[in-house]
């Protein structure tokens, strides 16, 4: 069974940085591309980051230049790494690993911009 665990959310002044990680347990057969998405209260989740396979990277408009996504491909665990947090990067930051049959989401972890 598949079980995707995240850590390193949690409250942040604005200028701040946080570390995201998201580890892999379980078996998945040909992996795509490993992906952070996020959702605020009353929005609907967004794609933040993907990484793929052979390690082309991918940002949403709003995070270019402060969020860099990477993975460590023998640990089956991706990483964000948050710069210049802003108070609009509050949300609920979710794994998600897409594999060539199926796709997996972490349980989520909160990321709280605030001073």
């Known amino acids: 069974q598949v079980q995707l665990v995240e850590s390193g959310g949690g409250l942040v002044q604005p200028g701040g940085s946080l570390r995201l990680s998201c580890a892999a347990s379980g078996s998945i057969f040909r992996i795509v591309s490993m992906d952070w998405y996020r959702q605020a209260p009353g929005k609907q989740r967004d794609l933040v980051a993907s990484?793929?396979?052979?390690?082309?990277?991918n940002y949403a408009d709003s995070v270019k230049g402060r969020f860099t996504i990477s993975r460590d491909n023998f640990k089956n665990t991706v990483y964000l790494q948050m710069n210049s947090l802003k108070p609009e990067d509050t949300a609920v930051y979710y794994c998600n690993v897409v594999s060539v049959s199926k796709y997996y989401w972490g349980q989520g972890t909160q990321v709280t911009v605030s001073s």
């Open positions: 990484i793929s396979s052979g390690g082309i990277t």
